[in-house]
């Protein structure tokens, strides 16, 4: 695979983080809701089929795996690619993605943290690798890195719709409503590319207690289908379902959840 090709489909994994079901065995920190097991396997009924069935290299095979959500086949095969090239930047960041799925997020963050340790990051690498920071501290409600990891990488890529709406979700976790509005002010209904807009809407209704938020993922629906929908579903409710305290505040992981935080800026 050229190095180019390779550095678009690090860029392009912000799409991929919905496109596969969670892991049947979740660590005992994580309390899944029933609304994201439905919309992962609904998602998952159209995983991967824009991945060429030509896979050759370990890489490209582990690759395609982690888009089928066969998360244990895709570390079989990710550590043999790794193995014939030791520290080669996409497949560690690969491997960031799957462990993530496989929900051993303390493997994760070490993966990631050696990554910053490099000084030979192009600056294409550099900003995957913020994005790749930002999404598996978003996974874990670790909201303050996941926004400092988004900033970094909009910083290079400020027209990223799907960047911001993550940030989007990353400010609210903390409470910050200026910022989600704004950032949400930033986004276009109609957007040929992706649903953010009403993703970004069905989140700050949500935070509002509106309760109108099931109107705009309808929304998406219509005018994006299902399957896209449920891509940006999933990650939706993995921010905003599960581990919600009495007062419906996000929890933020417990310390046994995994991981020394990763998030210096590259």
């Known amino acids: 695979m050229k190095k180019a090709a390779v550095v678009g489909s690090l860029l392009a994994l912000i799409a991929l983080q919905g496109a596969a079901p969670l892991h049947a065995a979740p660590d005992t920190n994580t309390t899944v809701d029933p609304d994201i097991a439905k919309a992962s396997a609904e998602a998952d009924a159209?995983?991967?089929?824009?991945?060429?069935?030509?896979?050759?290299?370990?890489?490209?095979?582990?690759?395609?795996?982690?888009?089928?959500?066969?998360?244990?086949?895709?570390?079989?095969?990710?550590?043999?690619?790794?193995?014939?090239?030791?520290?080669?930047?996409?497949?560690?960041?690969?491997k960031v993605r799957i462990l993530a799925?496989?929900?051993?997020?303390?493997?994760a963050h070490q993966v990631?943290?050696?990554?910053?340790?490099?000084s030979d990051l192009t600056p294409a690498y550099a900003a995957?690798?913020?994005?790749?920071?930002?999404?598996?501290?978003l996974r874990q409600h670790r909201f303050d890195e996941a926004s400092k990891a988004y900033t970094a990488y909009l910083q290079s890529q400020p027209n990223d719709a799907d960047a911001k709406?993550?940030?989007?979700?990353a400010r609210l976790g903390v409470g910050d409503l200026v910022q989600a509005g704004k950032l949400e002010s930033e986004l276009?209904?109609?957007?040929?590319?992706?649903?953010?807009?009403?993703?970004?809407?069905?989140?700050?209704?949500?935070?509002?207690?509106?309760?109108?938020?099931?109107?705009?993922?309808?929304?998406?629906?219509?005018?994006?289908?299902?399957?896209?929908t449920n891509r940006y579903l999933k990650t939706y409710l993995e921010v905003f379902a599960p581990d919600k305290g009495k007062d419906g505040q996000l929890n933020p992981p417990s310390k046994e959840s995994g991981g020394a935080p990763s998030g210096k800026t590259p």
């Open 46 to 94: 159209d995983a991967g089929t824009d991945v060429p069935e030509s896979a050759q290299t370990p890489y490209e095979k582990a690759l395609l795996n982690y888009k089928s959500g066969k998360y244990d086949a895709a570390k079989v095969l990710i550590d043999a690619a790794d193995q014939e090239q030791p520290g080669d930047v996409p497949i560690e960041m690969l």
């Open 101 to 107: 799925e496989l929900h051993d997020f303390k493997g």
């Open 112 to 118: 990631l943290n050696s990554l910053y340790d490099r």
């Open 128 to 137: 995957a690798l913020a994005l790749t920071t930002g999404d598996l501290n």
């Open 165 to 169: 709406l993550k940030l989007l979700y």
């Open 188 to 228: 276009k209904p109609f957007d040929a590319t992706t649903p953010a807009y009403y993703f970004a809407q069905a989140a700050l209704a949500r935070s509002g207690g509106s309760g109108d938020e099931e109107q705009d993922i309808q929304q998406s629906r219509t005018i994006y289908g299902i399957t896209l």
